[in-house]
T-cell receptor
Framework: QKEVEQNSGPLSVPEGAIASLNCTYS??????FFWYRQYSGKSPELIMS????GDKEDGRFTAQLNKASQYVSLLIRDSQPSDSATYLCAVTDGGSQGNLIFGKGTKLSVKP | KAGVTQTPRYLIKTRGQQVTLSCSPISGHRSVSWYQQTPGQGLQFLFEYFSETQRNKGNFPGRFSGRQFSNSRSEMNVSTLELGDSALYLC????????????FGQGTRLTVV
């Protein structure tokens, strides 16, 4: 059973702090990795994609990938109350292009 | 550029009935994937269609089926509805190649009573 594991949280950080979200996956053949943000009652919104080892930065967001450790993380710098949401880690099922395996998400709360 | 459109947004059905949900992908995207989201199980993959062919399938019973049309629009059908089918059904649109991003529609909230 291929799995994606995330700490369910809630993760609470003060406004302006760095939020660190982590994810591990079981399928060594997975090639694409994504972070989605989901506000309550809304659909998931793609915020970051990463395909190779290392860091990828986009504004306040940095995704980190370590395929040897089967580990993906998302850092949110200068966290804002509007970042409060559930963050879903998703990885492709092996070499499949169209099948994403999702973690159950980490709920982030940013306190003003 | 228009996003992914799902219709209807909300549905209430009775046990034993069937339902059809629709998804229009982003223009130019050839892959449509369907997911079921429930509080207990999270997001679970149902199936994926690419160029009118089912390319991947998740572990759901045969009551769940889908199809894709030549314009890439996709439908999913659930027959003989059960209470446990109550969920948010999401479709995701992508170009369908390796290392491409998937974008979700607003979802269809299905309630089975």
């Amino acid at each position: 059973q291929k799995e994606v594991e995330q700490n369910s949280g809630p993760l609470s950080v003060p406004e302006g702090a760095i939020a660190s979200l982590n994810c591990t996956y079981s399928d060594r053949v997975s090639q694409s990795f994504f972070w989605y943000r989901q506000y309550s009652g809304k659909s998931p919104e793609l915020i970051m994609s990463i395909y190779s080892n290392g860091d990828k930065e986009d504004g306040r967001f940095t995704a980190q990938l370590n395929k040897a450790s089967q580990y993906v993380s998302l850092l949110i710098r200068d966290s804002q109350p509007s970042d409060s949401a559930t963050y879903l880690c998703a990885v492709t099922d092996g070499g499949s292009q169209g099948n994403l395996i999702f973690g159950k998400g980490t709920k982030l709360s940013v306190k003003p | 550029k228009a996003g992914v459109t799902q219709t209807p947004r909300y549905l209430i059905k009775t046990r034993g009935q069937q339902v059809t949900l629709s998804c229009s992908p982003i223009s130019g995207h050839r892959s449509v994937s369907w997911y079921q989201q429930t509080p207990g199980q999270g997001l679970q993959f149902l199936f994926e269609y690419f160029s009118e062919t089912q390319r991947n399938k998740g572990n759901f019973p045969g009551r769940f089926s889908g199809r894709q049309f030549s314009n890439s629009r996709s439908e999913m059908n659930v027959s003989t509805l059960e209470l446990g089918d109550s969920a948010l059904y999401l479709c995701a649109s992508s170009q369908g190649q390796l290392n491409t991003e998937a974008f979700f529609g607003q979802g269809t909230r299905l309630t089975v009573v």
